[in-house]
C-alpha cells in the first residue's frame, strides 16, 4: 500500500519561500512510470495542479506557476519536494502530494493535505 505524506510550515510569511515535503512509503519514486504531482486548492476554489517529478527526474509546471515553483527530489529518503517562491495571500490554499502511473492517468494515491496559510 503506497502512503504519501505532506509535512511543512503551516504558515508562512507573505513574500517568503514556501516548502513542503512529501514522503512516501511503500513505492519507490524512482520506478517506472510512476508521475508524483503538487495539487493544490484554494479556499472555496477547485484543484489546481501545480508540477510533477517524473520517475526520471524529469520536472514539469504549471505554466502559471513555472516562474515561482521548483520540485525537486530526495531518492535516499524517498521523497519529493515542493518550493514556491514570493508567496502573496492567494497561495494560501490546502496543499496535496498525489501519486499518477503515468503522465494521462488519473491520481491513484493521495497524501491527506496539509493546509498552508500566507500571513504576516
Known amino acids: 500500500q503506497v502512503q504519501l505524506q505532506e509535512s511543512g510550515p503551516g504558515l508562512v510569511k507573505p513574500s517568503q519561500t514556501l516548502s513542503l515535503t512529501c514522503t512516501v512509503s511503500g513505492g519507490s519514486i524512482t520506478t517506472n512510470y510512476y508521475y508524483w504531482s503538487w495539487i493544490r486548492q484554494p479556499p472555496g476554489k477547485g484543484l489546481e495542479w501545480m508540477g510533477a517529478i517524473a520517475y526520471s527526474g524529469s520536472t514539469y509546471y504549471s505554466p502559471s506557476l513555472k516562474s515561482r515553483t521548483s520540485i525537486s527530489r530526495d531518492t535516499s529518503k524517498n521523497q519529493f519536494t515542493l518550493q514556491l517562491s514570493s508567496v502573496t495571500p492567494e497561495d494560501t490554499a490546502m496543499y496535496y502530494c498525489?501519486?499518477?502511473?503515468?503522465?494521462?492517468?488519473?491520481?491513484?494515491?493521495w497524501g491527506q493535505g496539509t493546509q498552508v496559510t500566507v500571513s504576516s
Open positions: 498525489a501519486r499518477a502511473a503515468g503522465w494521462d492517468r488519473e491520481y491513484d494515491y
